[in-house]
């Protein structure tokens, strides 16, 4: 079972539309969760931080759920600009493992 | 990310050679990494440094080597003894290595191939 798992997609959705992603983590003792976006042949870019009792940032929220060692990215009224790859990160201090990223692909 | 360069965006490598990969920042980060992308898997930590003149070595540290003379750089040698160095390969800062949740910022990548 590796580490950090995403559901690789893609996910096509139309503008506007709600999206989800979730990803999965088999460290319990994982203190520090964070989810990227990466566009394409770019570096990744911080989207947000996610706490424990969840937060969000605009469309944007991010959600943790430790009993069953996931976190989630909700994304509402999707834009043309949101398609890239989203990126879970999970671990703690230097430790941290990266999902292999959910690609989203927005269409007008 | 602003303040974290890499250097050069673009490297070929020939058959027996190594080459080496630049990362400078001037955000005044204690911590510094290395990771390696593939395409269709999460980034891997190659190497990474805490403070000055000490390294660790992370899941796929062989074939490659680092030093951390100066806070600001932190250089990436991919050595021969890489059999499959092709990847894209991304240094990336923390700051504060005491607060475990804060996150790491990424320069914007070197793309490695061989000849």
């Known amino acids: 079972r590796k580490e950090v798992e995403q559901d690789p997609g893609p996910f096509n959705v139309p503008e506007g539309a709600t999206v989800a992603f979730n990803c999965t983590y088999s460290n319990s003792a994982s203190q520090s969760f964070f989810w990227y976006r990466q566009d394409c042949r770019k570096e990744p870019k911080l989207l947000m931080s996610v706490y424990s009792s969840g937060n969000e940032d605009g469309r944007f929220t991010a959600q943790l759920n430790r009993a069953s060692q996931y976190i989630s990215l909700l994304i509402r009224d999707s834009k043309l600009s949101d398609s890239a790859t989203y990126l879970c990160v999970v671990g703690n201090n230097n430790d941290m493992r990266f999902g292999a990223g959910t690609r989203l692909t927005v269409k007008p | 990310d602003g303040g974290i360069t890499q250097s050069p965006k673009y490297l070929f490598r020939k058959e027996g050679q190594n080459v080496t990969l630049s990362c400078e920042q001037n955000?005044?980060?204690?911590?510094m990494y290395w990771y390696r992308q593939d395409p269709g898997q999460g980034l891997r930590l190659i190497y990474y440094s805490q403070i000055v003149n000490d390294f660790q070595k992370g899941d796929i540290a062989e074939g490659y080597s680092v030093s951390r003379e100066k806070k600001e750089s932190f250089p990436l040698t991919v050595t021969s003894a890489q059999k499959n160095p092709t990847a894209f390969y991304l240094c990336?800062?923390?700051?504060?290595?005491?607060?475990?949740?804060?996150?790491?910022?990424f320069g914007d990548g070197t793309r490695l191939s061989i000849l």
């Open positions: 955000l005044n980060h204690d911590a």
């Open positions: 990336a800062t923390r700051g504060d290595g005491t607060y475990s949740n804060q996150p790491q910022h």
